[in-house]
T-cell receptor
Framework: NAGVTQTPKFQVLKTGQSMTLQCAQD?????MSWYRQDPGMGLRLIHY???????DQGEVPNGYNVSRSTTEDFPLRLLSAAPSQTSVYFC?????????????FGPGTRLTVL | GQQLNQSPQSMFIQEGEDVSMNCTSS?????WLWYKQDPGEGPVLLIA?????ELTSNGRLTAQFGITRKDSFLNISASIPSDVGIYFC???????????????FGQGTILTVHP
């Protein structure tokens, strides 16, 4: 199993550009989430999904869109990148069958918006 | 906004020393989790706590779920250089339904261990 994979690992965008951060998991987990990590802020939830076709907003959803057409994939779209979206983005997956609500995190995408 | 206060923000210790960090909240959580993040990697779960008052160990790590459900602490005994990283607490409020994806994280404690 590859676990949770994220692409790209690094990305530099100009203000106003759009892009999609990819996330995939091969553990057949129902739940997937996107977080951003900023210095001194911990991880903050952007969007999450409890199954294909079902998504909901987290703590900091503005400027981001998600969709969940398959169990495996959960892409995060930046509609018009802003410098405030410079951050490290983590995708995570989980399952109600797992003890401790354990979320498995991907390696992250480091995004810089100029 | 951020609801968990984690302290200390950073620690510099000598190898072999014990470490203690804690997390407090103004709200009740039903599950407390402790994660470790190595440089350039995503967080990895260390310990999960499900019941108020619960004390759980994982090797040299011990964590407790506060009686009030508003706090938790993590102890690391006899630290070693590979303990270096960022430690996060996380709380989950509800069990069941659509809450499984929603964790609230603390700001993190950066641990540096000098050999």
């Amino acid at each position: 199993n590859a676990g949770v994979t994220q692409t790209p690992k690094f990305q530099v965008l100009k203000t106003g550009q759009s892009m999609t951060l990819q996330c995939a998991q091969d553990m057949n987990h129902e739940y997937m989430s996107w977080y951003r990590q900023d210095p001194g802020m911990g991880l903050r939830l952007i969007h999450y999904s409890v199954g294909a076709g079902i998504t909901d907003q987290g703590e900091v959803p503005n400027g981001y869109n998600v969709s969940r057409s398959t169990t495996e994939d959960f892409p995060l779209r930046l509609l018009s990148a802003a410098p405030s979206q410079t951050s490290v983005y983590f995708c995570a997956s989980s399952s109600p069958g797992l003890a401790g609500y354990e979320q498995f995190f991907g390696p992250g995408t480091r995004l810089t918006v100029l | 906004g951020q609801q968990l206060n984690q302290s200390p923000q950073s620690m510099f210790i000598q190898e072999g020393e014990d470490v203690s960090m804690n997390c407090t909240s103004s709200s009740i959580f039903n599950t407390w989790l402790w994660y470790k993040q190595d440089p350039g990697e995503g967080p990895v779960l260390l310990i999960a706590l499900y019941k108020a008052g619960e004390l759980t160990s994982n090797g040299r790590l011990t964590a407790q779920f506060g009686i009030t459900r508003k706090d938790s602490f993590l102890n690391i005994s006899a630290s070693i250089p590979s303990d270096v990283g960022i430690y996060f607490c996380a709380g989950q409020r509800d069990a069941g339904g659509t809450s499984y994806g929603k964790l609230t994280f603390g700001q993190g404690t950066i641990l540096t261990v000098h050999p």
